[in-house]
C-alpha cells in the first residue's frame, strides 16, 4: 500500500530564512512525487513534481524539492522565506503502477514571521 | 483560477439528508477526482471519472455515489448523512485518462456541515 507522511503538523520559520516542509513516502517500485499548496479558502495548486531525472526539482514561487530514494523522502524547500509562502503544503504520491490516481499526506502548516 | 468550478460553495444540512455536489472541470479536461478534505483525515481519495466512467474507486461510502456526464461535469451524491460526513470536498480534474504525471487543477472546494 501506498502511504505518504508529513512528520509536522507545523512549521515557523522567519522571513528571509530558508524553509524546509518534510515529506516520506511509501510506495511499491519508483514513486511519481508532488506538492500541493493550499492557501485559506482555497483549493490546492500545484507546486513542483519528480518524475524521473534529477533529484533536485524546481517549481513555482521558487520552491524546489529534493528526492532521495534511499531515505524515500522529497522534502520541500525555499532559500529564503516569504511571508505570503505561509499556507498549509500537501505532499502526494502515485505509485508508477496501480492505482491513478494521488495519495495525499495530511498537509504540514508553514507559518513564516514577519 | 484554476477553471474548475465546484458549487455549491457552503452547504448546512441536517442528519439523514441528503446533498449533492457539482463539479464542472477544465475546459477540455475528461478526468475528474473527488476528494473529502477533514481535519483528522486529511486529504482522502473518493473516486475518479474519466469520459463518463468510473476509473478509480478509493474510500467512498456505499452512501456515497458520483457520476460524469456527457458534458463532462460530475456530480458527487451525499445520502443518509451524519455528523462525520461534514468535512470540505473538492473536485480536481485533469486533461487525459492515462497514467497521472501531471498536475491536477483543483475547484475551492464545497464545504457540508451537517448539524
Known amino acids: 500500500a501506498q502511504s505518504v507522511a508529513q512528520p509536522e503538523d507545523q512549521v515557523n520559520v522567519a522571513e528571509g530564512n530558508p524553509l524546509t516542509v518534510k515529506c516520506t513516502y511509501s510506495?511499491?517500485?519508483?514513486?511519481?512525487l508532488f506538492w500541493y499548496v493550499q492557501y485559506p479558502n482555497r483549493g490546492l495548486q500545484f507546486l513542483l513534481k519528480?518524475?524521473?531525472?534529477?533529484?533536485l526539482v524546481k517549481g513555482s514561487y521558487g520552491f524546489e524539492a529534493e528526492f532521495n530514494k534511499s531515505q524515500t523522502s522529497f522534502h520541500l524547500k525555499k532559500p529564503s522565506a516569504l511571508v505570503s509562502d505561509s499556507a498549509l503544503y500537501f505532499c502526494?504520491?502515485?505509485?508508477?503502477?496501480?492505482?491513478?490516481?494521488?495519495?495525499f499526506g495530511t498537509g504540514t502548516r508553514l507559518t513564516v514571521i514577519p | 483560477d484554476s477553471g474548475v468550478t465546484q458549487t455549491p460553495k457552503h452547504l448546512i444540512t441536517a442528519t439523514g439528508q441528503r446533498v449533492t455536489l457539482r463539479c464542472s472541470p477544465r475546459?477540455?479536461?475528461?478526468?475528474v477526482y473527488w476528494y473529502q478534505q477533514s481535519l483528522d483525515q486529511g486529504l482522502q481519495f473518493l473516486i475518479q471519472?474519466?469520459?463518463?466512467?468510473?476509473?478509480a474507486k478509493g474510500n467512498i461510502l456505499e452512501r456515497f455515489s458520483a457520476q460524469q456526464f456527457p458534458d463532462l461535469h460530475s456530480e458527487l451524491n451525499l445520502s443518509s448523512l451524519e455528523l462525520g460526513d461534514s468535512a470540505l470536498y473538492f473536485c480536481?480534474?485533469?486533461?487525459?485518462?492515462?497514467?497521472?504525471?501531471?498536475?491536477?487543477?483543483f475547484g475551492e472546494g464545497s464545504r457540508l456541515t451537517v448539524l
Open positions: 519528480y518524475i524521473t531525472g534529477d533529484n
Open positions: 502526494a504520491v502515485r505509485p508508477q503502477t496501480g492505482a491513478n490516481n494521488l495519495f
Open positions: 471519472y474519466y469520459n463518463g466512467e468510473e476509473r
Open positions: 480536481a480534474s485533469r486533461g487525459g485518462g492515462g497514467l497521472m504525471t501531471g498536475e491536477l487543477f
Open positions: 475546459s477540455g479536461d475528461l478526468s
Open positions: 510506495v511499491s517500485g519508483n514513486p511519481y
